[in-house]
């Protein structure tokens, strides 16, 4: 087997980070076949993660994402599971994610600092419903898995999932801010996580308001 990373960019002005630049990444799965001694592609983990996220409308919110907290205790990522201490990531996310809605503009509703924290953590998985909609613009997408650019994909085998014989999870990084672990034979996201020091940037990550692509 052989995993290539890729990224995209498409432009949509002829400003360099340009709001509607749509960044998006791939990873692809190649297979070599002995008898025509050539790589043939098997899958592309976009398209999987596509078409999972797409094929029911709350499909977003049954993926798999983690991040850890105050004391390094990996916990999925869910708002209640952020911890409203000082300094906690319930108290990062909102203190960046209160810029992305307008309170002067009530076209859709004020939105609490809260309440924006948490419509951040649903677009990260794949929610689609504020994107460019109303007050509260989040950048628009076509495809939900971030460009890869400088992470080279690392093949891993595992008995931790199954249990039963040596698993192949194929991890790499993006910059939608998260590693992302994808099964080697199939291309399925098994999980990712979200490293606790990427929260103060994922606000402006994730924008359509004066947005300029990072690299994480």
């Known amino acids: 087997w052989y995993y290539q990373a ?3 960019l ?16 791939d990873l692809v799965a190649y297979q070599f076949n002995s008898a025509t001694e050539q790589f043939v592609e098997q899958w592309r983990a976009a398209d999987q993660l596509n078409a999972f996220v797409t094929n029911q409308a709350d499909n977003w919110s ?5 991040t850890t907290t105050n004391g390094n205790k990996p916990v999925e990522l869910l708002w209640a599971n952020l911890g409203a201490d000082p300094g906690g990531l319930q108290q990062v996310l909102s203190s960046t994610a209160v ?4 309170p002067s503009d009530t076209t859709d509703g004020d939105m ?4 924006s924290a948490q419509a951040l953590i649903a677009y990260l998985k794949g929610d689609q419903t504020h994107e460019g909609a109303g007050d509260f613009k989040l950048r628009t997408r076509s495809m939900f898995l971030g460009d890869i650019m400088h992470s080279t994909p690392k093949l891993v085998l595992t008995d931790v999932i ?3 014989g040596n698993v192949p999870i194929v991890y790499t990084g993006a910059n939608d801010g998260m590693l992302h672990a994808f099964h080697g034979t199939t291309g399925k996201e098994l999980f990712s996580y979200i490293p606790r020091t990427v929260f103060p940037k994922l606000a402006a990550m994730s924008t359509n308001i004066d947005y300029r692509h990072n690299y994480y």
């Open 112 to 115: 609490s600092a809260a309440e």
């Open 62 to 66: 049954r993926r798999k994402v983690f």
């Open 10 to 25: 498409d432009r949509g002005n002829d400003k360099e980070g340009s709001e509607d630049d749509r960044w998006s990444g």
């Open 162 to 164: 199954s249990g039963a």
């Open 6 to 8: 890729e990224y995209y």
């Open 99 to 102: 810029d992305l809605d307008n």
